[in-house]
């Protein structure tokens, strides 16, 4: 009997590489044999597709099978490979036309019945095989919306084994799929408006925003942290068709697709509880590394809420990703990589009393090193990343029951966006995209203010009031500032209001110490 092949992909991360599927179906003892880099559920296989064979109508060869998934030095993993390995078996016991499937790519789980699974990760699979070349995709139809935002390529999606021989067999047409009707977004996003006071955080995340600085938002319990970090991804501009297709690949891969809406357009909200594992953060789990919290929140926010709870293996694990916007994740099976450029918002209480940071005296029970030590658990070279810091105090009772409403999110992302396109000018030919990702230096080399702005600044430096690093900092946010107020460059006051953001200093008193 000859050797049958099809095609599929194997994912490492979000690299795809092709995978050559090779069946031979030999005289010999009855056996199976896979010759392939593979996890458990792939060495699985033989279960899967015996049954889903048998349980087609089909015939399982009673001979020598052997499997070989190419080129063998790429790990693989998972139950994607069960389609076109039954697929090309079939091909190999004669059962269906040779070389059918020369010119498709085929992905699929197969269950004992013989229906076909959705698989993670279909997008970053087909958008390699199109790199490769490849135009024609067989996949689950649960995941066809997915491979559809591959434009200008052919794709079938299919339920059942059965319904691929047939079709094979010329017995029947080819499969098809009805577009699914969009399903209209329903989601609710919370407003600006429903937060009442804290002007000073209101003003902290509209310069988070626009610049895309990450931020700090200290304070007790209950006034209002939560609630303004979950209002920041909708101050973000919408993402462009690459950021969109990146962030959708990486949510495929951990399997959080909506089925009806899959291509995600709006920066993602990434929340992990701080008791969630250093993997389920950065990225890790058995075989091929998945995408952890940092990746998840690709182009969108990361909200470590309670900052201080997290271990500090996993805070300090954000350090590197947060440098380079990149996370690479070494497991035995492979290197996986994702990327994670996200805008960090941290929140804390300011002890770790149920009082919840309240002075002592009313009702907190934390002695002052207690609470030293509760923030100190944030680590330095973390904090150093953080450009903004808020402190918020409790709303006073009749500013609550006043209730006057602030601004609406609608008018605050409208500054946010001209703040933005401002930004964007003058990055324009660097390769930085907002203030933010501009080293600290490089602000202060490359966009000069006048001395006579930043005179106040270089007197604290000269008198250990300030670090060199604290003191571009500054200048970067002075710089959004300019861009929230449409001014060339930072003059005084924005130089005084960055340094009160950047030192969780009151708005309202706006004093850099002399
Ligand atoms: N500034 C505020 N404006 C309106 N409601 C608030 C404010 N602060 C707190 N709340 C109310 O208290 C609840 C808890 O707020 P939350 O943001 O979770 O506080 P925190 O994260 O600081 O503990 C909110 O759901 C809201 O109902
Ligand atoms: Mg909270
Ligand atoms: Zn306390």
């Known amino acids: 009997m000859p050797i049958a092949r099809t095609w599929s992909v194997a994912l490492v991360g979000m690299d795809a590489h092709l995978v050559e599927v090779e069946v031979d179906v030999a005289t010999g003892l009855p056996r199976f044999i896979l010759t392939a880099l593979s996890d458990r559920v792939l ?6 597709v015996h049954s889903a064979v048998n349980n087609s109508g089909e015939t399982w060869p009673a001979r020598k099978i052997t499997v070989g998934l190419l080129p063998a030095t790429v790990p693989k993993s998972g139950s ?25 790519v085929v992905l699929g789980e197969l269950s004992l019945t013989g229906a076909v699974k959705d698989i993670t990760g279909v997008l970053p699979s087909l958008i390699g095989a199109y790199k490769a070349g490849r135009r024609k995709f067989m996949v689950p139809r649960t995941n066809y919306g997915e491979a559809k935002l591959i434009t200008d390529a052919e794709v079938v999606g299919v339920g059942s084994l059965v319904e691929v021989c047939d079709w094979l067999r010329g017995e029947a047409p080819q499969p098809t799929t009805r577009d699914e009707e969009p399903v ?46 979950e209002r920041l991804p909708a101050l973000l501009p919408d993402l462009n068709t690459d950021e969109a297709m990146e962030v959708t690949a990486i949510h495929s891969v951990a399997g959080l697709l909506a089925p009806g809406r899959p291509l995600i357009t709006r920066p993602p909200f990434c929340a992990p509880h701080h008791s969630a594992s250093t993997p389920a953060i950065v990225g890790g789990g058995t075989g091929i590394a998945a995408p952890g919290a940092i990746s998840l929140a690709h182009r969108g926010v990361l909200f470590l809420d309670e900052a201080p709870e997290f271990g500090p293996r996993s805070l300090d694990a954000l350090r590197q990703p947060l ?82 409403r602030g601004e609406s999110t609608d008018m605050v992302r409208e500054r946010v966006l001209a703040a933005r396109d401002r930004a964007g000018h003058r990055l324009a030919g660097t390769p930085w995209r907002t203030v933010g990702e501009v080293p600290g230096p490089a602000v202060r080399r490359r966009w000069p203010v006048p001395r006579d702005v930043t005179r106040p600044l270089y007197r604290a430096l000269d008198r250990g009031n300030l670090s060199t690093r604290a003191l571009d900092r500054i200048l970067k946010i002075a710089w959004t500032l300019a861009d929230l107020g449409d001014l060339p460059r930072p003059g005084i006051d924005q130089v005084q209001e960055a340094h009160a953001l950047r030192t969780g200093y009151d708005v309202a008193t706006l004093r850099i110490p002399a």
């Open 80 to 104: 994607r490979f069960d389609l076109p390995i039954a697929l090309a078996l079939l091909m190999a016991a004669e059962a269906l036309p040779a070389g059918a499937l020369d010119e498709w």
């Open 323 to 404: 440098e380079s916007g990149e996370v690479t994740i070494q497991r035995s099976a492979a290197v996986a990589k994702y990327p994670c450029r996200f805008l960090l918002v941290l929140a804390a209480n300011p002890c770790p009393c149920s009082a919840g940071g309240r002075e002592p005296g009313q009702g907190c029970i934390c002695s002052s090193p207690t609470r030293t030590r509760y923030l100190g658990r944030i680590s330095g070279p973390l904090l150093d990343r953080v450009d903004i810091t808020i402190e918020l105090e409790p709303v006073s009772r009749a500013v609550l029951e006043n209730g006057a």
């Open 184 to 229: 209209q977004s329903s989601d609710i996003v919370p407003d600006l408006a429903d937060v009442i006071g804290q002007p000073a955080a209101r003003r902290g995340i509209e310069v988070a925003a626009a610049g895309g600085h990450h931020m700090f938002l200290k304070g007790p319990p209950g006034v209002g942290k939560t609630m303004l970090a």
């Open 43 to 48: 060495r699985n296989v033989e279960h899967r």
